[in-house]
């Protein structure tokens, strides 16, 4: 059983830091760029996982400053002065489950959100669902009653309110380039509009950029919150790249894998996907092993790939080992100067973040600096939050190094995470100048005083004896 009084205490400063916040202010102040190093917190952060009731009220807390919050900064930063959200069961729109109350687990049957700027009145927040208010929450009121009607009833009952109050522009959740923000299925959107006047119907815009916002703005409570999640995924790194899971020569990188996916699941935690071990070697250890040996040998480089969902969040990690040959006490310099510079290349590319600057004017610019310094790499960074590959700008993809169109011209903005993801390669004297490639990864945040990490990234291997 957790400690109850542990996770209680967590709860209580994290609400208390919600109910603080007058608005989306910046975290705490970020390291200069050469301290940025490996601080984790001695304390086990797994010890103060919460049960289920304390999540619940927690990421509730959370949703209900959200809504009050970011919806009407949004709305009106877009012009948009009222937002449907409409879905079927299980069928839901990306931003729908991050907008009603726990525990839902899906929506129910017709399921349709209203926000209504009503300027000094505030954001009126309205669901015509088909179970009423019950299954959004206690953040909405009630406007469809009349099920006797059927289900296209809700959609007439949208209309209807439309109709009285007239609002300018009447954001819909379809987009032709955002993932995010194409929630609204072609059968709903014909439902819609046979309801609407014609006059509302020419009211219509796109919402994509509202979905983008309101998934990617992350609260104070959120990202200080966000620091124990990173904490939890690094303490199970440091747990599986040791000898308490890894004995040379016996374990294997499956076998690591899925003591991994138990552990996660034993703490009562999700991974949104399939961690990964592998195994990088000289090539005179692949000719001897040969291709297809997946058993962990001493002078291997192990590359983890690891993600947790908590709280509604998500967390997306990969470190390094090196597993010490007999008479070793550390990894061969080349080795070394080959983490070093993937470090470097860290901060290189977080000092370029700045408000207002797109994912494309970022990630070029770190290139190139990088390459100035003799830095041979590859950015690929994305947002990360209610979803791992999450809404945002994107920094770069593995196959697009030379910009992304659309998704990585939205500009950056504050009070948003990162999965600072890239790769440095390297030539090894001592495995005969043979090229290695490090993949690095760990979460970080952008604020007022710049991009820096939540839970810090290490400058060394982690070592297997």
Known sequence: MRSIPKALALLIAAAALAGAAAGLAAPQAAAP???RVWQMSGAQDSDAILPEKARAALVNSWRK?????????????EGIDLWLVINREYNEDPVYMS???????????LSILIFHDRGAEGVKRLTANWHGAGSAGPFYEAIFKDRAKGWKAQFETVAAYIREHKPKKIGLNFSEHWAFGDGLTVGLMR?????????DRARIVSAEALCIGWLETRLPAEISVY??????????????????????????????????????????????FQPSISAQRSPEDRARYGQGDRVIRRGDVLHCDIGIKYLGLCTDTQHNAYVLRQGETEPPAGLRELLR??????EIFMDEFAAGRTGNEIY???????????????IYTHPLGIHGHAAGTTLGLTEAQSGVPVLGDWPLHENTCYAIELSASHLVPEWGNARASLGLEDGAVFGKTGCHWLDG???SYYLIH
């Open 33 to 35: 760029a050469g301290q």
């Open 65 to 77: 400053d959200r809504l009050e919050q970011i919806v009407p900064a949004l709305m009106r930063r």
């Open 99 to 109: 907008m009603v109350a726990e525990p839902a687990m899906s929506a129910r049957r």
């Open 191 to 199: 439902e819609l509009e046979k309801a609407l006047d014609p006059a």
């Open 227 to 272: 620091r124990h999640l990173n904490g939890i995924a690094h303490q199970l790194v440091r747990e599986f790249f040791s000898n308490r899971v890894i004995t040379p020569d016996v374990t294997t990188t499956e076998d690591v894998v899925w003591w991994l996916r138990q552990r996660i699941t034993d703490l009562g935690l999700e991974t949104w």
């Open 341 to 346: 510079k993937g470090n470097r290349l860290q």
């Open 364 to 378: 070029l610019a770190a290139l190139a600096k990088a390459k100035a310094e003799g830095i041979e790499g590859s």
């Open 457 to 459: 990234y290490p400058r």
